[in-house]
Each structure stands twice: as C-alpha cells, then as structure tokens.
C-alpha cells in the first residue's frame, strides 16, 4: 500500500494540475471578462462596467433564450420519456442479451456527431426519406421539407443526444435492489404502484443526471440549429459562438456564456440533492431493518416467556 501512495499522489496532483489549467483558469478569465467593456482593436477594454448583463435584458436575447429552453426542454422530456424504457428493458434483460442491446446505444458514438448531423439532411429535406415515406402512403401529395425549422433542430437534438440520457438510466436501473419491488408487491402494491413508489424514486439521480447531460449540451450546441435550422433558427449557442467570432463582442459572449455556466452549476447542485436523497432514503431503510430485525429475538422471547404477566395485564385492565 506504501508503494502505490506515490503513484495516487502524483495521479491526483496531475488531475488537479489539468483542471485548474484547463478548467478552472478559463472560466475565471471568462467570468472576468464579463466586467470588462469591448473594446475596439483589441478584444476588451480594462474598465469595469455592469453593462454587459444589462445588454442581456435586451428583448432580442430573451426571446433566443425563451426559445432555446424550450427547444432544450422538449428534447430533454422526449429523450427520457425514450430513454427510460429502453434503459429499463436494457437492465432487466438477460446478461447474455445486455451487451448487445448497449452495443445499440454505443454504435453512434463511432461515427462524429457532425457527419450524423450531416447525414440527417438525407432524410428532412424535401427528396428524402420521411418525405417519400408519407407520399408513398398518401398522406401527402408533393414533396415536404422538414429543413429549416424548429421540428429539424428538435429531431437533431433528440437524435443526437438520445445515447447520453439512456447510458445514465441504464446504470442507476441495474444497481436497484430488485429485493425492493418484490417487497413492495408481496405488501400489495401493483407494478404500476410500486414502480411509482420504489423505481422512481431510487433511480431519481441517474433520472437527474440524464436530464443534465441532455439539457445542458442541447442548450449551448450550435452547429445543429446552424445545419438543420438555417437562418431561420437562432438559439443561444450561436448568439455566443456569433459573439465571439462574427461580432467580437467578447464581453456580451461571456456573460451569455456566464448565464449557461450558471444553470449548469444549479443542476449539479440538483442532481447531489437527488443523490444524497436516495443516499438517506436507503441509510434509512437498512437501519429500520435492521432495528426489526435486532428486535425480533427479543419480542419473540418476551412473548414465550411473559404469558403470564400479560394475562395479568389483561385481566387489570378488564
């Protein structure tokens, strides 16, 4: 154990060394350029200024951040409503069926998110597949596009995002304690009963943590509401990539970027509530059976050996 303190140490220090240098430096300099003005040939101005959140009052950018919560909302609901089945059957399956059922989930990772966004087109777009699809069954009569729109940034974001809310559930699902819902089903609960009152709550964090890596990615992504949404589709992603490279706004761009950083840290603080949560729920519940449990020998003895006396109580309160 001696041996291998060094090797921890040195571990540990180099992540720490990376984060701070990688993490931690930029998004400090990035919250301080939020104080700072623009400037005209260079990138800021040293002079304090309040003004850069200011700006972010203006209608303009409270519409596009209306609209990308919205979008980034319904992606999230529809990648759990999606995900928690399929995460389910995927935990619940036979261990020889799992791996492959995971494979599915794993696949689209091994071609880059861009190409599939690319690849997306061949089917939205006025010649493509769903567009043939629906004249093939006579429900439409010529060609439709899907392009352009909010239905086409949504599928892109669904689509993409899909593997990152299924991958979460999946490892909250399999380490339940199926002893739970048998319990739960034995006292009379119906699955639907015990599912709300035993999964649900117990798989809360991988439920959180799904959310999180969907919501977040699909709130600041900008390359699919550039491809899929054209011009038509502006979503608070491109306003800060647009700020950083096409206006040079620097200030505006960070505090943008401040605001997302912001919800991020409040979803973190979100999913350690829901996991400490279940933490006591379960620290709870071992010791309640363990305290039944401790018991039982002693209330079995009691009512072996004090008959007697509680006859005689019975009979004093009669």
Not at 16 to 33: K, Q
Not at 39 to 64: C, H, K, M, Q
Not at 250 to 265: D, E, K, R
């Amino acid at each position: 154990m001696t041996q291998r303190r060094p090797f921890r140490t040195a571990s540990i220090a180099v992540v720490w060394l990376w984060l701070g240098l990688f993490a931690l430096l930029p998004n400090l300099g990035l919250l301080l350029v939020t104080f700072l003005e623009r400037g005209e040939s260079d990138f800021v101005n040293l002079v304090f200024t309040w003004n850069n959140y200011a700006r972010l009052a203006d209608p303009v950018f409270i519409r596009i951040l209306g609209e990308s919560l919205w979008l980034a909302a319904a992606s999230t609901l529809v990648c759990l409503l999606i995900g928690y089945p399929f995460a389910y059957a995927v935990a619940t399956a036979r261990r020889a069926l799992r791996p492959w059922l995971l494979l599915l989930v794993v696949i689209p990772f091994w071609t880059n998110s861009l190409i599939r966004t690319y690849a997306l087109i061949i089917i939205l777009k006025s010649q493509g597949i769903a567009s043939n699809v629906l004249m093939a069954l006579g429900l439409v009569d010529e060609p439709v596009s899907f392009m352009y729109g909010e239905f086409a940034v949504f599928t892109g974001l669904t689509y993409t995002l899909l593997p990152f809310m299924i991958l979460p559930l999946y490892a909250s699902i399999e380490k339940l304690d199926k002893r739970l819902l048998d319990a739960a089903k034995d006292l009379g609960a119906s699955s639907l009963r015990a599912f709300w009152h035993v999964t649900l709550p117990l798989t809360l964090p991988g439920i959180v943590a799904g959310c999180m890596l969907v919501f977040l990615p699909s709130l600041g992504c900008f390359y699919i509401p550039e491809i899929l949404g054209g011009a038509k589709s502006m979503l608070i992603g491109n306003f800060i990539k647009n700020q950083f490279l096409v206006a040079r706004d620097w200030p505006l761009g960070a505090a943008a970027s401040t605001i997302m950083t912001a919800l991020l840290v409040l979803m973190i603080i979100g999913y350690w509530l829901s996991s400490r949560r279940v933490a006591l729920r379960e620290r709870k519940g071992a010791d309640t059976g363990a305290g039944t449990a401790g018991r039982t020998p002693d209330g079995a003895h009691d009512m072996q050996d004090g008959g007697d006396g509680m006859a005689r109580g019975a009979r004093g309160r009669a």
